[in-house]
């Protein structure tokens, strides 16, 4: 009996902990293998202008990775032996900016001679939400600044369903608000403050409404956009309430057809532009009109961050999942229809 009791202990005290950086966000997490999450520390890299700048990210990412390790295992109150499993974001994502979380990651797993297991970002997206929120079969909206994709799990993998033929609907907005002289700040992304200035208009503008079948394109409509912006016809507010309703009516379009050909109960709503309220009350509607819950990802595991990642890795291991480190290539366009889930049952 005493033997049974130890080995069930120490099987609750696993840990794995998690790097995000595919992006501007470093981000280091770590989960229990029990799902709760002790730490999710993370640091963005914010440009002085324009977009942002994979080689300056990098930088950014090498400069903070020590810090936000500390602060990690403080936060968690662990040492990094009490680690179990190294995780890190293995792609899609920004080539600099991922090489140098992978580098981090292998350093970990080598001087702690821990597994290393690489992760799919949109995947752990999913994951994350669903933990979160207790979603278990949803189709899912992702929308960021590098991805706009419409999925559900089918036959072992999450299908894609929907996505943007060009730019992602995250990267529409935020081209737009630069156009505009509208500036992200620390606490406030640049989606956000479009929201609060469409929010004053009240006249909808004529924009591109570009779906093709099951797929988005949004370059159009940004073109349309940035030219009406610059003749100064329209006032800002109205542009703002334009490009908004106009990017938000083509995803619920897409979203919503998407569970009417895959039959789910629930939608899930994840990604950096999970944040918006209109968007948020669009999806509501179109879901309970097909009688579906509505679930959106919190907002702090709504944008990128090392807590999903850290969670995958945990669902991965539990399946055998994991790569020599010599074997640990980043990959910059992984899709999410390439990975195998057999942690999902369906």
Same mark, same amino acid.
């Given at each position: 009996?005493?033997?049974? #009791?130890?080995?069930?202990? @120490?099987? =609750?005290?696993?840990?794995? $902990? ?12 770590? %989960? ?14 914010? /440009? ?11 930088? !950014? ?6 810090? @936000?390790?500390?602060?990690? $295992? ?16 293995? &792609? /899609? ?10 580098? @981090? ?7 702690? *001679?821990?597994?290393? %297991?690489?992760?799919? !970002? ?5 994951? @994350? &939400? ?7 079969? /949803? ?18 993998? #999450? ?10 609907? &995250?990267?529409?907005? *935020? ?30 503008? /004529? ?5 093709? &079948? ?19 016809? !329209? ?54 009109? !097909? ?22 890795? %945990?669902?991965? #291991? ?6 020599? =480190?010599? *074997?640990?290539? %980043? ?9 195998? =889930? ?5």
């Amino acid at each position: 009996m005493h033997s049974i #009791y130890v080995l069930f202990t @120490v099987s =609750i005290l696993m840990y794995c $902990l998690g790097i995000e950086s595919t992006s501007d966000d470093f981000s280091i997490g770590i %989960v229990s293998f029990d799902g709760k999450v002790l730490a999710n520390v993370v640091s963005t890299y914010l /440009p002085e202008k324009g977009g942002i700048h994979p080689r300056e990210a990098a930088r !950014h990412h090498t400069e903070v990775a020590g810090e @936000v390790l500390t602060e990690a $295992l403080r936060k968690a109150r662990l040492k990094p032996r009490d680690i179990s499993v190294i995780a890190f974001s293995q &792609g /899609p994502g920004m080539g600099p900016c991922l090489r140098t979380g992978a580098t @981090v990651a292998r350093a970990l797993s080598s001087y702690l *001679d821990l597994p290393l %297991v690489g992760v799919n !970002h949109l995947v752990a997206h999913i994951e @994350v &939400g669903k933990l979160a929120t207790g979603a278990e079969d /949803p189709v899912t909206l992702f929308v960021s600044g590098g991805s706009t994709v419409v999925s559900a799990f089918e036959a072992g993998r #999450y299908r894609i369903f929907g996505e943007t033929l060009d730019i992602a609907a &995250g990267n529409c907005i *935020d081209i737009f608000a630069r156009e505009a002289g509208i500036h992200p700040e620390r606490e406030l992304p640049a989606a956000a403050i479009i929201g609060k200035l469409a929010g004053q208009g009240f006249r909808l503008v /004529p924009l591109p409404y570009v779906v093709k &079948g099951m797929d988005l394109s949004f370059s159009g409509l940004l073109t349309a956009a940035t030219q009406l912006l610059h003749e100064g016809k !329209h006032s800002l507010e109205d542009l703002c309430f334009s490009v908004q309703e106009y990017v938000f009516s083509m995803l619920t379009e897409v979203t919503e057809r998407a569970l009417a050909h895959a039959e789910k109960s629930e939608v899930l709503l994840a990604g950096g532009v999970a944040a918006s309220e209109r968007l948020q009350s669009m999806l509501k509607v179109m879901a309970e009109d !097909h009688d579906a819950r509505f679930c959106v990802v919190p907002k702090e595991f709504a944008t990128d961050n090392g807590t999903m990642i850290a969670w995958t890795g %945990v669902l991965a #291991y539990r399946h055998e999942f994991s790569v020599p =480190i010599e *074997d640990s290539l %980043v990959r910059l366009k992984w899709r999410l229809d390439e990975v195998q =889930i057999p942690w999902v049952e369906g």
